[in-house]
């Protein structure tokens, strides 16, 4: 597993009757990035609930995100950080940009916040089959820069579902099904990585 160097504070911002205007319209389409062009860079994503858990609130995902020397605080540190500390490093980070993005951050709630490291999963070459596989970040971890994670897990899924169907019907074996499985799992998630790997060096190269 490769360390990419990167590390993100993840927070929220609660969307309530005064949050909720200080989204700007782009933001509330989707996804956004904002960077400032030396590497450091945040993410921002609504989340709706369409079907709303007892407690749950609607909110604002934000992450700062940046090469560790551009963090400025060692991973001891960081690491042990309280959330509320990590909030503020948040701020301080984005102290000079757009009065729009910082209101955002600012109102986030301090006790969210936690932080991250980014790592990418090596390409392996394909083992012997046996009644035991892998699939999603168990075998290819990827930064969430593509956004196509969870996704290439769901592809896993659906292709193991695939393969075991025909094994219960008689069609071939077990051990065939699972290697079956992964002649496609392997290079196609590993493909993905790549390409996930490629958008990341994009986000994170000081312009």
């Known amino acids: 597993m490769n360390d990419l160097g990167i590390r993100c504070l993840y927070g929220r ?11 700007p319209p782009d933001f509330r389409r989707g996804f956004c990035w904002v960077a400032d062009g030396t590497g450091l860079g945040v993410g921002f994503a609504p989340q709706r609930f369409r079907t709303r858990p007892d407690g749950a609130q609607d ?7 940046a090469p560790a020397a551009l963090i400025g605080v060692p991973d001891a540190e ?7 500390s990590l ?13 729009a993005v910082r209101a955002l ?3 986030a709630d301090p006790e969210s916040f ?17 009644p035991v596989t892998l699939l999603g970040d168990a075998i290819h971890t ?9 996704n290439t897990a769901l592809q896993d899924a659906e292709s193991l579902a695939s393969e075991l169907v025909k094994a219960a019907a008689g069609e071939q074996s077990l051990l065939a099904a699972v290697a079956a499985y992964e002649r496609v799992m392997l290079p196609r998630g590993f493909d993905t990585v790549d390409s996930s790997l490629r958008m990341a060096g994009q986000l994170f190269a000081a312009q």
Request: glycine share 6%; proline share 10%; net charge negative.
């Open 13 to 23: 911002m609660t969307l309530t009757e005064d949050t909720e205007p200080l989204l």
């Open 87 to 99: 909030w503020k490093l948040t701020v301080d980070a984005t102290a000079d940009w757009d009065p």
């Open 105 to 107: 951050l600012a109102h």
């Open 142 to 150: 990827m930064p969430p820069t593509g956004g196509v994670g969870a």
């Open 114 to 130: 936690f932080p991250i490291t980014i790592r990418a999963a090596e390409r392996i070459p394909a083992w012997e089959s046996g």
């Open 59 to 65: 909110y604002l995902m934000t992450t700062l995100a």
């Open 78 to 84: 960081l690491f042990a950080m309280t959330p509320e």
